[in-house]
């Protein structure tokens, strides 16, 4: 079972929002390149994925591995913190916080006039160790609030990179209403989703995530004809389509958001023509998809740039991580969501025709974040482990 929504009124034009720069710039990138550890996650070329689905091409930007984290969130999220933190140290010094640092100890000595500080956030895994790893870095506190069901090996891979854990019983979208209300001069909280009156800090979420599509523009000749990103709050899809629609006109590409048949939050909200909520419980394998709410801030990019959005059943992303092991990407529930539409889409076929000549751009957005699960579903384990 499946749902494909064609959103008629996507538009191949610039998209704008309210808050945001006019143009995405390479300001994020420039940052991330000064972290410890930072590479560009690798493009990886799929000649016989692409041959098996009658495609021209199959390139998939393999996000199994950032600063060590098996996720892209940690992208998002210390780009996120940076400005935000940059922002406090203006209004409660007084003082423009220097830019001249070069490594991490550097920029922990500008900030720590502002200790003690907690991090905090939501999470159904990877944003919530993203936020704690920059604590980390920064010798700040994290607390993570995580939705009861939370695998716990998710949860124990919070706890290890420092953090506190709260199991909030309910759904993701009652977690973020607790989070909502957490926040103090001492607590600085860092959410991927928005709501009325916290929307600075997710927009720069979405800023952080453009270093992925710089990366890509930087080793793929020209741009692909189709793109399928998985979608959650909406947080790497708007950035997907702030990059592809910045120009404008006829060449930019088809963009697919993905969403498990569960949360279909962005599918539903798209259909009723403004934001609606899909009510729990959201079970899906895929955990970063099991969302109820589009971010208030995504919103307007997902309304205008998304062509289309597919919703799919778990099997789908189990098929998909095993395609991807195949040729050599590791990649959990979630970073399997966008191959597993791809097939959908194709095996579909009506409905959503793919021209035999498309370049096809998928974002794997994980690695392994439940190893037990994973060699469950592919029958080994991880490459490279």
Same mark, same amino acid.
């Given at each position: 079972?499946?749902?494909?929504?064609?959103?008629?009124? %996507?538009?191949?034009?610039? $998209?704008? /929002?309210?808050?945001? &720069?006019?143009?995405? #710039?390479?300001?994020?990138?420039?940052? @991330?390149?000064?972290?410890?550890?930072?590479?560009?996650?690798?493009?990886?070329?799929?000649?016989?994925?692409?041959?098996?689905?009658?495609?021209?091409?199959?390139?998939?930007?393999?996000?199994?591995?950032?600063?060590?984290?098996?996720?892209?969130?940690?992208?998002?999220?210390?780009?996120?913190?940076?400005?935000?933190?940059?922002?406090?140290?203006?209004?409660?010094?007084?003082?423009?916080?220097?830019?001249?640092?070069?490594?991490? %100890?550097?920029?922990?000595? $500008?900030? /720590?006039?502002?200790? &003690?500080?907690?991090? #905090?956030?939501?999470?159904?895994?990877? @944003?919530?160790?993203?936020?704690?790893?920059?604590?980390?870095?920064?010798?700040?506190?994290?607390?993570?609030?995580?939705?009861?069901?939370?695998?716990?090996?998710?949860?124990?891979?919070?706890?290890?990179?420092?953090?506190?854990?709260?199991?909030?019983?309910?759904?993701?979208?009652?977690?973020?209403?607790?989070?909502?209300?957490?926040?103090?001069?001492?607590?600085?909280?860092?959410?991927?989703?928005?709501?009325?009156?916290?929307?600075?800090?997710?927009r720069w979420v979405i800023e952080g995530y453009s270093t992925i599509f710089w990366e890509i523009d930087d080793v793929m000749e020209g741009w692909p004809d189709l793109v399928i990103v998985p979608v959650g709050v909406g947080a790497l899809a708007a950035a997907a389509v702030r990059h592809y629609r910045r120009l404008g006109g006829e060449r930019t590409p088809v963009l697919v958001g993905v969403e498990s048949l569960h949360a279909a939050c962005v599918l539903e909200s798209l259909r009723a023509g403004g934001i609606v909520t899909v009510p729990g419980p959201h079970d899906s394998i895929m955990a970063g998809l099991n969302a109820g709410t589009p971010s208030l801030v995504a919103w307007p990019y997902l309304s205008q740039g998304l062509d289309a959005v597919v919703a799919i059943e778990d099997d789908r992303a189990r098929e998909g991580m095993r395609a991807l092991a195949r040729v050599g990407v590791v990649a959990g529930e979630t970073g399997a969501a966008a191959l597993g539409a791809l097939i959908e889409l194709i095996k579909g076929g009506e409905g959503f025709p793919i021209d035999p000549g498309a370049r096809v751009l998928l974002l794997s957005t994980e690695g392994v974040t439940d190893r037990e699960a994973y060699e469950l579903i592919v029958g080994e384990p991880p490459v490279g482990s």
């Open positions: 079972m499946r749902e494909v929504f064609h959103n008629a009124s %996507a538009s191949a034009s610039s $998209v704008e /929002a309210a808050g945001f &720069p006019e143009m995405p #710039t390479r300001e994020p990138l420039a940052f @991330h390149q000064r972290l410890p550890g930072y590479r560009p996650s690798p493009l990886v070329d799929a000649p016989g994925l692409a041959e098996i689905l009658g495609v021209a091409q199959v390139s998939i930007k393999d996000e199994s591995s950032r600063f060590g984290l098996p996720a892209f969130k940690v992208l998002g999220a210390c780009w996120a913190v940076y400005r935000a933190l940059q922002q406090i140290v203006v209004e409660r010094l007084g003082v423009q916080p220097s830019d001249d640092w070069t490594d991490i %100890a550097e920029l922990r000595a $500008v900030l /720590a006039p502002l200790r &003690p500080m907690t991090l #905090t956030a939501v999470t159904a895994g990877n @944003h919530g160790r993203a936020v704690a790893r920059v604590a980390r870095w920064l010798d700040f506190d994290a607390r993570i609030l995580v939705p009861a069901g939370t695998a716990p090996a998710r949860i124990a891979a919070i706890e290890e990179e420092g953090a506190s854990v709260v199991v909030v019983d309910g759904t993701y979208d009652d977690a973020v209403e607790r989070l909502a209300g957490e926040a103090d001069e001492r607590t600085l909280l860092i959410s991927d989703t928005a709501w009325p009156g916290y929307e600075q800090i997710p």
